[in-house]
T-cell receptor, first 111, second 111 residues
Framework: QQQVKQSPQSLIVQKGGIPIINCAYE??????FPWYQQFPGKGPALLIA?????SEKKEGRFTISFNKSAKQFSLHIMDSQPGDSATYFC??????????FGTGTSLTVIP | NAGVTQTPKFQVLKTGQSMTLQCAQD?????MYWYRQDPGMGLRLIYY???????DKGEVPNGYNVSRLNKREFSLRLESAAPSQTSVYFC??????????FGPGTRLTVL
């Protein structure tokens, strides 16, 4: 049973577009929600993270929107660039130190 | 500061063979994790160690054992490898209440 559901599985946008990746969860014990970026052959790296007491967080061109009542959160990438082409994972951390990951979204940004 | 290091980078085993994947971190983090990454399934937690001397099962512990040798090192052992354990394995470490830092991964093939 997937604790964190992520969509879409893949996404293709033109340079300058705004890809949006969505995640949903059920467990209300989750209290930290990071997004990771992974390039081929590399380990995931933290991109941006949010806690449930905040509805939005921006870091550079990356924004997380968080809807606590709907138990959903999403990643927006503003002015996307070809260098943003990667796989993106959402995750959630419970109070027991365990992270649960979404299944990943493969993003391609076309020049 | 090397961060999280993993050895080996690649390994091919025959069914029934055993091996140990090594992980070390030089960031003085308390928590360490082992994940496996399979296509379409994201990252799934195998085992984690919240602190030196403790280990706990994650989502998919069957067929694996771990040892938290000291604060720096956390190893993953496959006692009798099976083709279903073909995967990319990532080790991660985490400071007290923040995100994880991942190693570069070990690509394992079991024939």
């Amino acid at each position: 049973q997937q604790q964190v559901k992520q969509s879409p599985q893949s996404l293709i946008v033109q340079k300058g577009g705004i890809p949006i990746i969505n995640c949903a969860y059920e467990n209300t014990a989750f209290d930290y929600f990071p997004w990771y970026q992974q390039f081929p052959g590399k380990g995931p790296a933290l991109l941006i993270a949010i806690r449930p007491d905040v509805s939005e967080k921006k870091e550079g061109r990356f924004t997380i929107s968080f809807n606590k009542s709907a138990k959903q959160f999403s990643l927006h990438i503003m002015d996307s660039q070809p260098g943003d082409s990667a796989t993106y994972f959402c995750a959630a951390l419970n109070t027991g130190n365990q992270f649960y990951f979404g299944t990943g979204t493969s993003l391609t940004v076309i020049p | 500061n090397a961060g999280v290091t993993q050895t080996p980078k690649f390994q091919v085993l025959k069914t029934g063979q055993s091996m140990t994947l090594q992980c070390a971190q030089d960031m003085n983090h308390n928590s360490m994790y082992w994940y496996r990454q399979d296509p379409g399934m994201g990252l799934r937690l195998i085992y984690y160690s919240a602190s030196e001397g403790t280990t706990d099962k994650g989502e998919v512990p069957n067929g694996y054992n771990v040892s938290r040798l000291n604060k720096r090192e956390f190893s993953l052992r496959l006692e009798s490898a099976a083709p279903s354990q073909t995967s990319v394995y990532f080790c991660a470490s985490r400071p007290a209440r923040d995100t994880q830092y991942f190693g570069p991964g070990t690509r394992l093939t079991v024939l």
